[in-house]
C-alpha cells in the first residue's frame, strides 16, 4: 500500500500527537483536469514579446537547416527545418533566458556549435540530432566543423589547436607555424560574434605566432598538414568569420590609436589560397558587424543600426543588411530587412527578418536581393505572471523573454465583460522581483520591490520606496484600506494605519481585514475598533486558515477541518465539505462575492482546476470552470459582479467568462464618507454637504440621492454616477426648488441597481444642516488672586440660549497677553489657542504652558455649530499680581522675614513687625490702576500706602479671622509704569503687616 502523506496530513498527525481530536472533513468530488474554458470565455489579446534575444539560423548543409527560435509562450527551442516545409521542434529548450545567442555560435554545413548559459551544444541539421558538449575548461575559441569543432585548448604545459570529431575522437591540427595565441575577445560583449571559422578543409583564424608582433594576422590552416596561408596582416578585433569553398570573409572593427596604425571599421574577402584581400571601409550607419556570409557572386554582412535600440519600430531598422559582390564592389542595402542571422546556402543568403512583426521570418535572398520567404516566423507574446480584476478594469503583469517584468497595464472591461485595448502603462522596475497586484473601485495596488498606488489610467500617484517586511502573501485592497506584507494602509497615502500581529494570510472588505496567523488562529478588525478573534489556533505551528471576506461574510479554511462560513461577528452560519489545500508553494487562494466562493484547486501531476461554489445553497456542490495556472504567491482567480478572471493553464493568457452560478449578485457599500453637519451661509467654509462611497460594484446608468427632512419628506433629489463603484456628491442645502432649506436634522439615502442587475443594499445616513452659531458669555476673574492662590485660574463660558439636542455645539477658546508686555503696546495681534473643538463650559488657565511671564491675560471663546458655522467673538481679561517674592519687591527698611504659608498667593508672604518697616513693588510694564494684597489678622495694624511718591493713604490690616489674599487698597492712575510703596506703622499691640503682592491691572 502507497501513502501520500500532505502537509494537511502532516498537521492532522501533529495535532494528534498534542492530543487534539480532528474531524476528518466529507470530501468533494475530485475537479476534472480536462475541463475546458466554458461558453462566453473572452481571451485578452497578448502583447507580442519584443525578445532581447534574436532568432538564428544556426546550419544548413543546403537542404536541411537548424534554427533556433522562441515558441508562443516565449520558450526558446532547436527546431528543425526542410526546404520551405514548416519547422519541426526539437525536444531542446532553454527556457527564456536572455543568454540565449549572446555566448557563442558557429556554423558549418549542416552542423552548428551552439553556447547558451554556459553550456556548449551540438546540432545537426540532418540527423536532427542535439547532443549537449563537455569541452575542457581552458578552451576559449570554438569552430565547428561538418562533422565536431575546432578548439583552441590552453592545457596546462601548451596551447594546442585541436579538431574534435562528433565521435569523440581528438586529434592535434598539424601547423606549420607555432601559434602563440589566438583573438577570442567579441567587439561587443552584448552580441556573439564567430573569431574562427572552419570547414572539411581547415581552419581560419585571427592570432599570432613565431612570437613577435610582426606575425600576427589572419591565416588558413588546412587539416591536412599542407602549409598554410597567412591572409591578411594585422587586424583589430577580427571577427564574423565565415567560409565557402574558396573564399574566407570577415569584419574588423575601428581602431584610432596610434600602435597597432589606425583602422576604419572593415569587410575583408580573400581567397583561402591567398592572393588578393578585397577591402571594404563601413560607414558608420552599422554600429558593429556581428555576422557575415559569401557565395561564389555576393557576400552579405548584417548588424545593430547606430544608435537605434533593438525592439525599435519607426522604419524598422534596428538591424541593417548589406550586400555586395565577390570583389566588396557595388555595396547596398538591403532594403526592408531587418536580418538577425545570416548564413549562406548555396548560390542564397539565409536571413532571418525580425521587424515589423508581419514580416518575420527566414528568407533565401538571392544575388538580385530577391528576398523567398521559407517560413513565417510566429512572435511570442508575454505570458501573464500576476493579475487583478475589479468588475471594470483589469490590471496584468506581464514578462519578457527573461522572465523579467516588462511592465503592468490597465485596459476596461465593459458590463458584458468585454475589454478594451490597454489604457495605460506602469512601469514596476522591472527585474525578477515578484509581483502581486490588487485592485478596486478604479484603484490599482502593486507591492514588489516598492509599492505603488495609482488610479487607472494615473500612473503612478504614491511610491513608497520602503519595502515592507512581514509574511510574503498577496497585496490586497478595498475601497482605501490596503495590506501588503501583514502591514495595514492607507490606500490613498500608503501610510500605515496598522500591523497585523502573526499574520500569514488575509482578506480585505472595507475597512474590516480578516487574518490567521501561523498557529490557525482568525483574527478580525474594522477600523480603529480592537481586533476580536474568530477562530481559536489549530496547531502548534505552521497551519494558517485561508480567509476570505466580504460585505458581512467571512469564509475560512483551516488547514485540517472543514470549511466554515461565518458572520464577522464570528457566529457560524454553517460548516461544508474542506476544499482540498495545496502543498507549498501554491497555497488555496479563495475568493468570495455574495455567498459564491472561486478558487484554484490543484490537480495530480497536472494544472490546477478553477472552481465555483455557491455557499448559500440548499447543498453547496463545487462546479469545475477551466484549467487554470497557479503561481506561487500571485492570485490565482478573481470573482466580481458574477464575472470570473483568471489565468489559463494552456498559455498563460488572461481568461474573463460569466460564473456559472448565476443569481443576481447584490451590490454593497464597501465603505462611505458623508458629513454629519455642514452650514451653507457662504462663509466657504463647509457650505456644501459631501458623500463619498465605494460600492461592491458599479451603478448602471444614474443613481440618485435622496434628502429627506424629519419627517421623511423628500427635499432634494440628487442624481449621480458610479462608473467604477465609486461615487461623489454634494448638496448645496437648496431644495428641488432652488429655495434654502431650513435649518435642521436631514436622512439620506442611495438608489441604483449595479450595471449586471444586482440589487443594491440600502446605503443611509444623517445630517444636520444649520447656519447660525449662537453668542457665547465668558467669565475670568479680574485678578486672579482672588480665586487661586498658584497663579492657575478658572476661566468659564456658555451660550446665551438653549441649543437643540440634533445640533450640539462645540467651542474655540484662545488666549494672548500685552504686545511686550506694556499696554502702551497694546495686545497680541495673536491669540494662542487654549481649546478647540471641545465641548466643555470651563477650564483652568495655567500659564505656565505659554511659557511667559506676562501679568496681563485676556481670553476669548467663541460657538461653533455642528457644520462649522460660527458664532462672535467673546472676551474677559484677568491680572496676576506681582507676588511679595518677585524680584520686582525691594524690602528697603526694617526687619522682614519670608514666610511660606499654605493659602497666600503662590505660597509666600513677607512678615514684619518693625514700626517704619518699608517695602517698595515696582510695575515693571504699565497699568492704570493698583491694588494691595496682604494677610489680614488680629494681630495685624495699620499701614500706610503711597503710589509713585504721592499722598499717604493709612489702611488698617485688622480683622478678627486670619484672611489670606486680602486686597486692602485701590488707586485708579494714568497709564504707566508705576511704583507703590508700603510702610508699617507699628500699631500698638498688633505691630504686624504680612504682604502678599501688589496687582498692577490694565484698565
Not at 457560524?572 to 459564491?596: F, Q
Request: hydrophobic share 40%; glycine share 10%; aromatic share 6%.
Amino acid at each position: 500500500m502507497r501513502w501520500t502523506f500532505t502537509r494537511a496530513a502532516a498537521a492532522a498527525v501533529g495535532l494528534a500527537l498534542l492530543g487534539v481530536s480532528v474531524a476528518v472533513p466529507a470530501a468533494v468530488a475530485a475537479p476534472d483536469p480536462g475541463v475546458s474554458d466554458p461558453p462566453g470565455t473572452v481571451l485578452l489579446p497578448r502583447a507580442e514579446l519584443n525578445s532581447p534575444v534574436t532568432r538564428r539560423v544556426l546550419a544548413t548543409d543546403g537542404t536541411h537547416r537548424v534554427l533556433l527560435q522562441p515558441d508562443v509562450n516565449g520558450t526558446w527551442w532547436f527546431w528543425w527545418q526542410t526546404g520551405t516545409q514548416a519547422p519541426e521542434r526539437s525536444d531542446t529548450s532553454f527556457g527564456t533566458t536572455s543568454a540565449v545567442a549572446t555566448e557563442g555560435v558557429s556554423a558549418s554545413g549542416g552542423h552548428a556549435m551552439f553556447k547558451v548559459a554556459g553550456a556548449w551544444y551540438s546540432a545537426f541539421a540532418a540527423s536532427k540530432t542535439v547532443q549537449k558538449v563537455t569541452l575542457p575548461s581552458l578552451v576559449s575559441l570554438v569552430a565547428a566543423t561538418p562533422d565536431g569543432w575546432v578548439q583552441w585548448n590552453g592545457t596546462a604545459s601548451a596551447r594546442v589547436l585541436e579538431r574534435v570529431r562528433a565521435d569523440g575522437t581528438t586529434t592535434t591540427v598539424p601547423l606549420d607555424v607555432p601559434l602563440t595565441s589566438v583573438s577570442t575577445a567579441p567587439p561587443n560583449s552584448a552580441r556573439a560574434a564567430n573569431h574562427a571559422a572552419a570547414d572539411g578543409d581547415g581552419v581560419v583564424l585571427s592570432g599570432s605566432w613565431g612570437g613577435t608582433s610582426a606575425e600576427r594576422g589572419i591565416r588558413w590552416f588546412p587539416f591536412d598538414g599542407s602549409p598554410s596561408t597567412r591572409l591578411a596582416e594585422q587586424q583589430y578585433s577580427a571577427h564574423a568569420f565565415s567560409l565557402s569553398a574558396t573564399d574566407v570573409t570577415w569584419a574588423s572593427e575601428a581602431w584610432n590609436g596610434t600602435t597597432p596604425p589606425p583602422f576604419p571599421k572593415r569587410v575583408h574577402r580573400v581567397a583561402k589560397a591567398g592572393g588578393t584581400e578585397h577591402v571594404l571601409d563601413i560607414t558608420d550607419s552599422v554600429l558593429v558587424v556581428d555576422g557575415t556570409a559569401i557565395t561564389g557572386t555576393s557576400t552579405a554582412w548584417t548588424g545593430p543600426a547606430q544608435f537605434v535600440t533593438w525592439g525599435g519600430t519607426g522604419d524598422h531598422s534596428s538591424r541593417l543588411a548589406y550586400s555586395a559582390d565577390a570583389a566588396l564592389a557595388n555595396p547596398h542595402r538591403i532594403t526592408g530587412m531587418n536580418a538577425t542571422s545570416v548564413l549562406a546556402e548555396g548560390d542564397d543568403v539565409l536571413m532571418t527578418d525580425e521587424l515589423p512583426a508581419a514580416d518575420a521570418g527566414l528568407y533565401a535572398v538571392d544575388a538580385a536581393d530577391a528576398a523567398t520567404l521559407l517560413t513565417r516566423t510566429t512572435a511570442p507574446v508575454m505570458p501573464i505572471r500576476a493579475f487583478a480584476y475589479d468588475g471594470t478594469r483589469l490590471v496584468e503583469q506581464r514578462l519578457d523573454a527573461t522572465g523579467s517584468s516588462t511592465s503592468t497595464v490597465t485596459r476596461a472591461v465593459s458590463s458584458t465583460g468585454v475589454p478594451s485595448s490597454v489604457a495605460a502603462t506602469v512601469s514596476t522596475g522591472g527585474g525578477t522581483t515578484p509581483l502581486t497586484i490588487a485592485a478596486s473601485a478604479g484603484r490599482v495596488l502593486t507591492d514588489g520591490s516598492t509599492t505603488l498606488v495609482s488610479d487607472f489610467g494615473a500612473f503612478p500617484v504614491v511610491d513608497d520606496s520602503t519595502t515592507l517586511t512581514g509574511s510574503a502573501r498577496l497585496a490586497e485592497l478595498s475601497g482605501s484600506t490596503a495590506v501588503v506584507a501583514g502591514h495595514v494602509l492607507d490606500a490613498a497615502s500608503l501610510a500605515e494605519r496598522y500591523a497585523l500581529p502573526g499574520a500569514v494570510t488575509w482578506a480585505v472588505f472595507g475597512p474590516t481585514v480578516v487574518w490567521s496567523t501561523s498557529r490557525g488562529e482568525v483574527w478580525r478588525r474594522t477600523g480603529t475598533a480592537a481586533a476580536t478573534r474568530l477562530l481559536a489556533a489549530g496547531c502548534a505551528l505552521d497551519c494558517p486558515a485561508e480567509v476570505g471576506v466580504w460585505g458581512d461574510e467571512v469564509v475560512v479554511q483551516p488547514l485540517v477541518g472543514p470549511l466554515q462560513l461565518r458572520r464577522l461577528d464570528g457566529s457560524l452560519v454553517k460548516t461544508l465539505p474542506a476544499i482540498p489545500a495545496a502543498d507549498s508553494p501554491h497555497p488555496t487562494a479563495l475568493t468570495l462575492e455574495d455567498g459564491v466562493l472561486a478558487w484554484v484547486e490543484p490537480t495530480s501531476g497536472g494544472p490546477g482546476v478553477l472552481r465555483v461554489m455557491d455557499l448559500l445553497a440548499a447543498t453547496p456542490t463545487p462546479v469545475d470552470v477551466a484549467r487554470a495556472w497557479r503561481g506561487a504567491g500571485v492570485r490565482a482567480v478573481e470573482l466580481r459582479q458574477g464575472r470570473l478572471a483568471w489565468v489559463s493553464a494552456d498559455d498563460r493568457g488572461l481568461r474573463l467568462a460569466p460564473s456559472p452560478i448565476t443569481r443576481p449578485v447584490h451590490v454593497v457599500k464597501v465603505e462611505s464618507s458623508a458629513a454629519a453637519a455642514f452650514s451653507p451661509n457662504g462663509d466657504h467654509h463647509q457650505d456644501t454637504w459631501q458623500l463619498t462611497a465605494i460600492l461592491t460594484a458599479p451603478l448602471a446608468g444614474t443613481a440618485f440621492v435622496e434628502v429627506l427632512d424629519a419627517n421623511g419628506g423628500l427635499v432634494r433629489r440628487l442624481p449621480t454616477g458610479a462608473p467604477l463603484g465609486r461615487l461623489d456628491v454634494t448638496w448645496d442645502g437648496r431644495t428641488d426648488g432652488d429655495v434654502a432649506a431650513p435649518d435642521g436634522p436631514y436622512t439620506w439615502r442611495l438608489s441604483g441597481t449595479s450595471t449586471s442587475g444586482g440589487p443594491l443594499a440600502p446605503v443611509t445616513g444623517s445630517m444636520a444642516l444649520r447656519r447660525t452659531a449662537p453668542a457665547v458669555v465668558v467669565a475670568a476673574p479680574q485678578i486672579s488672586s482672588s480665586v487661586s492662590s498658584t497663579g492657575l485660574f478658572p476661566v468659564s463660558w456658555r451660550t446665551t440660549t438653549a441649543q437643540p439636542a440634533w445640533s450640539e455645539v462645540t467651542y474655540e477658546v484662545q488666549a494672548r497677553t500685552l504686545r511686550g508686555g506694556s499696554p502702551r503696546s497694546g495686545w497680541e495681534t495673536t491669540y494662542w489657542p487654549w481649546l478647540t473643538g471641545t465641548s466643555a463650559t470651563g477650564g483652568t488657565f495655567d500659564l505656565r504652558r505659554f511659557q511667559t511671564g506676562s501679568r496681563q491675560w485676556q481670553f476669548r471663546v467663541r460657538a461653533v455649530a455642528p457644520g462649522g458655522a460660527t458664532g462672535a467673538w467673546s472676551s474677559a481679561s484677568t491680572t496676576i499680581p506681582v507676588d511679595d517674592a518677585s524680584s520686582a519687591a525691594h524690602y528697603v527698611t526694617g526687619t522682614w522675614a519670608r514666610q511660606r504659608v499654605a493659602g497666600t498667593f503662590m505660597g509666600t508672604q513677607h512678615r514684619t513687625a518693625t514700626a517704619g518697616a518699608v517695602v517698595d513693588v515696582f510695575d515693571d510694564t504699565a497699568s492704570s490702576r493698583v491694588r494691595v494684597l496682604v494677610t489680614t489678622c488680629p494681630s495685624c495694624g495699620k499701614v500706610r500706602i503711597r503710589v509713585d511718591q504721592g499722598r499717604w493713604l493709612t489702611v488698617d490690616t485688622y480683622s478678627r479671622t486670619v484672611v489670606r489674599r486680602h486686597l486692602v487698597y485701590r488707586a485708579t492712575l494714568k497709564r504707566a509704569q508705576h511704583r507703590v510703596t508700603v510702610q508699617n506703622l507699628g500699631t500698638r499691640g498688633r505691630p504686624y503687616l504680612y504682604l502678599d503682592g501688589v496687582a498692577f491691572e490694565t484698565l
